[in-house]
T-cell receptor, first 112, second 115 residues
């Protein structure tokens, strides 16, 4: 079975409710942030991104909020569905470097 | 497009054995990456190749070597596997930055166990 994700913080929400997943980033020089979704047995998949000159960005059922003052990023999922069950990672990029630094992830469990 | 493909999907090695993990992308991306993912931890960068012909160390390069064979292919080699290298390995690729989304696209992973 999938061993990745053991010991991760877990958020449990009921189907139809809104989910909020939080991420604290480390580098005040980071200028670009991404949220990834990883389903069991699969590679991470891009959800939404935001640049540091923005506070909020909306996609389809997802919103990312960026608070640079406290180096905090959040992902909001509206009307959470069973298919949203996965591990969610935030990632940051500092400047023009081609590297991303990933957070440890949060497991989202959607209950019926 | 197949995107990013990785082989093998699963592998079991004995301590001291060697093997090469293969990665290929058909999206004409310039940059390619190798990560490992361990329980309770995020992805950690092993090596990356910003463009064809260049490779650089990431956060955890010890025990690994890489080859950027051409623009499509980026392989990861374990010369003498150790139990600490038991992990899930992901390859990713990224297009040349041209504004807009600067994301990396990931393969399905290789699950490696070293006994």
């Amino acid at each position: 079975g999938e061993s990745v994700g053991l010991h991760l913080p877990t958020l449990s929400v009921q189907e139809g409710d809104n989910s909020i997943i939080n991420c604290a980033y480390s580098n005040s020089a980071s200028d670009y942030f991404i949220w990834y979704k990883q389903e069991s047995g699969k590679g991470p998949q891009f959800i939404i991104d935001i640049r540091s000159n923005m506070d909020k960005r909306q996609g389809q059922r997802v919103t990312v909020l960026l608070n640079k003052t406290v180096k905090h990023l959040s992902l909001q999922i509206a009307a959470t569905q069973p298919g949203d069950s996965a591990v969610y990672f935030c990632a940051e990029r500092a400047g023009t470097a081609s590297k991303l630094t990933f957070g440890t992830g949060t497991r989202l469990q959607v209950t019926l | 497009n197949a995107g990013v493909t990785q082989t093998p999907k699963f592998q079991v090695l004995k301590t001291g054995q060697s093997m090469t993990l293969q990665c290929a992308q058909d999206m004409n991306h310039n940059s390619m990456y190798w990560y490992r993912q361990d329980p309770g931890m995020g992805l950690r960068l092993i090596y990356y190749s910003a463009s064809e012909g260049t490779t650089d160390k990431g956060e955890v390069p010890n025990g690994y070597n890489v080859s950027r064979l051409n623009k499509r292919e980026f392989s990861l080699r374990l010369e003498s596997a150790a139990p600490s290298q038991t992990s899930v390995y992901f390859c990713a690729s990224r297009p040349r930055l041209a504004g807009g989304t600067d994301t990396q696209y990931f393969g399905p992973g290789t699950r490696l166990t070293v006994l």
